[in-house]
């Protein structure tokens, strides 16, 4: 990613790149690929990079890990990764993942200590050099807003998220507090940096199979309910479980009752 803000020019082409190469392709993989579409695409896509300046658009492109058109074509026949198609369900649905444990693995930076009060547990998996998940932190701390008392939102940093074998350091560690210092509006839940072994990373990132972050890990009592991104689909996820949880405490609330009128009947009677 390139490290200066881009110049108007420069998002005129990434604009056209989204317009022309991207998003009419992205779900045309494996048998619904066709290549004369394509080629089309790119012929228009070249004419648009010369009215806007570019003769050789992959100047910026590369800088995004965009290499040649045949990489593109190549990676849009292949498709998404499987977590990132639709009704695909994490391996890890129905396992159990001990916050505690989690979170007493982990450093406390910002937000509420997280005490195991909430039955319902939100594990957000981030990376301070990771865009989506600056744009994911104000709608992350409206749920946890919302729901507090309801639902613990833990918001878990590991900046070797993708790196294997790789852990945070302690020279990160700086990174993480000065960009949450920076971010606070952002970021208005707890805060948790992953330990130099990558303990939260090994036990749910990676056994989760969702390639990308954020990446929301949703418990209750315990249990693997959901994962995915924490936008758009994480608040129906959410509801769901408070849902289910009244049911049951209703439930349960009728059958305490219940018994205690049997029990009063049995020792009426018994009298």
Known sequence: MPSQPLTDTEKQLIDAYNTILEKPFIDKYEDRWEDEPFDRAIDL????????????????LSKFKIESY??????????????????????????????M????KCEHLAGPEFTGQERIVVLDFWASWCDPCLQAGPEVSQ??????????????????MFQKGAVTQPPNLD????FVEEHQDEFRYTILIDNAEG???EAVYKTAGYKGIPMACLLVDGIVQYV?????????ALEQALESISLTNTTTNHRNNTNTRSSSGRSSREE
């Open 228 to 236: 995915g991104s924490p936008i758009d689909t994480l608040r129906p």
């Open 143 to 160: 749920l946890a807003e919302e729901f507090a008392g309801q639902v613990a939102f833990l918001g878990i940093n590991n900046e070797s």
């Open 70 to 99: 045949e990489t593109v074509r190549a990676q849009h026949k292949k498709g998404p990764a499987p977590c990132f198609r639709q009704g695909w369900k994490s391996p890890i649905l129905g396992t159990r993942v001990d916050p």
């Open 45 to 60: 896509f070249k004419s648009r990079a010369q009215e806007i300046g570019f003769a050789d658009p992959f100047e910026l």
């Open 101 to 104: 444990v989690i979170a007493s």
């Open 175 to 178: 990174r993480v507090v000065a």
């Open 199 to 201: 303990f939260a990373k």
